[in-house]
T-cell receptor, first 114, second 112 residues
Framework: DAGVTQSPTHLIKTRGQHVTLRCSPI?????VSWYQQVLGQGPQFIFQ???????GRGNFPDRFSARQFPNYSSELNVNALLLGDSALYLC?????????????FGNGTRLTVT | DQQVKQNSPSLSVQEGRISILNCDYT??????FLWYKKYPAEGPTFLIS?????DKNEDGRFTVFLNKSAKHLSLHIVPSQPGDSAVYFC???????????FGKGTRLHILP
């Protein structure tokens, strides 16, 4: 079975631009979560979607948005990019929402904002 | 406010010996605690979890211990192998709260 796939793997953008990151969950998984990981820190929760509805949102500005499609894939959008948005963006899928359903992570998208 | 804390940024252990990674938390409402392992250029991989109603869970070489009164958990790896060299993240979450909160990680080096 294919794991969680994310695209693109690397991305370089300029301040003020917009970016869209994509994620395909493991087949059968209905929940998708997005995390941001900066160097030296653990992953920080951005969003969780379950059955195409937003279930949770972390402490990120409104420039960050996401959605989940009928096939359970997901997009993370970031507007008006700042230098501080440079990070590894991780997508994770799980069978259901809730901490007792372990997250399965993709390899991430490395975003560099210049 | 860091709800999940891993106070040791790195740890070196001889191959074959026991590796003990520690984690402290502040939120007594957490229902599940999880450990993830991360290699460079890969996403974190789920290792083992424990429910807040248990004090021990074992899976092969990996055992997680939970001390609720101390708000402390630990991951024991025995015997340690070269492939165990990675960054280990402690994480926690609630059944109703959908976000999982991660610690900063501990880099484990297994020495030959």
């Amino acid at each position: 079975d294919a794991g969680v796939t994310q695209s693109p793997t690397h991305l370089i953008k300029t301040r003020g631009q917009h970016v869209t990151l994509r994620c395909s969950p493991i087949s059968g998984h209905k929940s998708v979560s997005w995390y941001q990981q900066v160097l030296g820190q653990g992953p920080q929760f951005i969003f969780q979607y379950y059955e195409k509805e937003e279930r949770g949102r972390g402490n990120f500005p409104d420039r960050f948005s996401a959605r989940q499609f009928p096939n359970y894939s997901s997009e993370l959008n970031v507007n008006a990019l700042l230098l501080g948005d440079s990070a590894l963006y991780l997508c994770a899928s799980s069978l259901v929402a809730g901490a007792n359903s372990p997250l399965h992570f993709g390899n991430g998208t490395r975003l560099t904002v210049t | 406010d860091q709800q999940v804390k891993q106070n040791s940024p790195s740890l070196s252990v001889q191959e074959g010996r026991i590796s003990i990674l520690n984690c402290d938390y502040t939120n007594s409402m957490f229902d599940y605690f999880l450990w993830y392992k991360k290699y460079p250029a890969e996403g974190p991989t789920f290792l083992i979890s424990i429910s807040s109603i248990k004090d021990k869970n074992e899976d092969g070489r990996f055992t997680v211990f939970l001390n609720k009164s101390a708000k402390h958990l630990s991951l024991h790896i025995v015997p340690s192998q070269p492939g165990d060299s990675a960054v280990y993240f402690c994480a926690a979450g609630g059944n109703r709260d959908d976000k999982i909160i991660f610690g900063k990680g501990t880099r484990l080096h297994i020495l030959p």
